[in-house]
């Protein structure tokens, strides 16, 4: 079975930096362990970043949610040095404007996968909208988010995005 391991947006300023928050740091040696698994039986990696530019008050996004956060050079736009230190050549990296990657979709069919799994932040808004264009893009792979590795600064929306994702068929794992 051909697999693919979407790590989303694990980058410092949703971990402890302007977006940071609780529990966000407790997911990152599931997500190393993931990652060399996922790499241990041949499947591919994909990295989306969130990534903003110094005019992202002015946008949708940043009318909505005014901080200032993950911008392209900075440090809160770097994935966590340990995740950062697992990345290969061969691994594919999205830079995302929004919260969703449309590309990921294209990199997704082209890679024709029968699983696809996610792990990240935050679960509901960037694992969910990425999972979802996992689901369109491949509708006939078992796209699997692993509960015990993504978190969300909102406990009760968390639990939410769950039980939203486990209504369109992608499969929780972990889930207690």
């Not at 790590?7 to 599931?30: C, K, M, P």
């Not at 996610?118 to 509708?139: D, E, F, H, Q, Y």
């Not at 692993?146 to 039980?163: I, T």
């Amino acid at each position: 079975m051909k697999t693919c391991l979407i790590v989303v947006d694990y980058q410092n300023d949703f971990v402890d930096g302007a977006l940071g928050f609780d529990g966000a740091a407790d997911i990152e040696a599931r997500i190393a362990d993931t990652i060399d698994h996922v790499r241990k039986h041949g499947g591919d990696i994909v990295f989306t970043m969130d990534t903003h530019e110094d005019d992202y008050l002015d946008t949708e996004e940043g009318k909505n949610l005014p901080v200032k956060h993950c911008l392209k050079g900075t440090l809160g736009h770097r994935l966590r040095p340990a995740i950062e230190a697992k990345q290969r050549p061969e691994d594919t990296v999205l830079e995302k404007p929004s919260f969703p990657s449309i590309e990921l979709a294209d990199v997704l069919k082209r890679g024709n996968y029968d699983v696809v799994k996610l792990v990240g932040l935050v679960s509901n808004i960037c694992v969910i909208s990425n999972a979802i264009i996992a689901k369109a893009a491949l509708p006939n792979a078992k796209i699997i988010v692993d509960v015990a590795a993504v978190a969300s600064f909102d406990a009760g929306l968390h639990e939410k995005a769950l039980d939203v994702m486990e209504g369109l068929h992608i499969h929780l794992e972990n889930r207690g």
